[in-house]
């Protein structure tokens, strides 16, 4: 697992401020966020495919997973999963146009149900999915593509900080750009 052996896990399973044991709750605002479990799996895809253009097979979610579960979180309301994050963690150089090389949290893909949005549940999932990366995975840094024309999503991302640092023409299979979007973990 790829952990800085210099920040010990054990520290965080303390439970200081809302973020607690893998697989318990990690917030209380009308809506819950915990840790993904391959159970979470199905609705999962569920909701990516009835959210998104972007859908993956099972082996993709499974691999992230199990590289790095403590970002894989998933949103519960009215007794059922209501929208997930899902983040991969790269060496790098810096986003942010710092000369340096950086850890980051990628944003692979996050995604609330249609009869669940602005209610704060993308934006909780993203701060604690951030949280953390900072944390747990020594992460400086985090970033996402997003569609140009995507404005809830470019919204959320900037009332959370991030700001766009590049534009990738063509990113997408139909031939859509992507924003890169970029925000520091001291935020979080
Ligand atoms: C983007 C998405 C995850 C946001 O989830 P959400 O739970 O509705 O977001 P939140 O309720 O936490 O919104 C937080 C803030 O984001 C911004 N925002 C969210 N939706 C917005 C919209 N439709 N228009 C403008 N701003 C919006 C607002 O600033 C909002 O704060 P406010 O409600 O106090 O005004 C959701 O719209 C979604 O799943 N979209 C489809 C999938 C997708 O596009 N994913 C991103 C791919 S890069």
Redesign the pocket.
């Known amino acids: 697992m790829p952990l800085n052996p210099a920040k010990p896990v054990y520290a965080i399973s303390l439970n200081l401020v809302g973020f607690t044991l893998k697989g318990q709750n990690l917030s209380s605002q009308g809506f819950d966020v915990r840790v993904f479990t391959i159970s979470d799996l199905e609705r999962v895809m569920h909701i990516n495919a009835k959210?998104?253009p972007e859908n993956y097979s099972s082996y993709f979610y499974r691999d992230l997973y199990t590289k790095y579960p403590e970002t894989f979180l998933v949103a519960e309301a009215d007794g059922e999963i209501q929208?997930y994050i899902m983040c991969r963690i790269e060496r790098g150089w810096s986003k942010k146009g710092k000369l340096s090389a950086a850890r980051l949290a990628h944003?692979v893909?996050?995604?609330?149900?249609?009869s669940?949005?602005?209610?704060?549940?993308?934006?909780?999932?993203i701060v604690q999915s951030m949280a953390r990366a900072r944390r747990l995975y020594d992460c400086d840094e985090g970033y996402?593509?997003?569609?140009v024309s995507?404005?809830?999503?470019i919204?959320?991302y900037?009332?959370l900080g991030y700001s766009k640092v590049k534009r990738n023409y063509g990113y997408y299979l139909d031939g859509e750009d992507a924003w890169v979007m970029a925000v520091s973990l001291e935020e979080f």
Do not use: D, F, Q, W
Not at 109 to 114: G, N
Not at 116 to 125: A, F, M, Q, V
Not at 150 to 153: D, H
């Open positions: 959210c998104l929208g944003v893909s996050i995604a609330v149900m249609e669940h949005r602005r209610k704060g549940i993308g934006k909780e999932l996402l593509e997003v569609r995507n404005e809830p999503a919204g959320l900037t009332k």
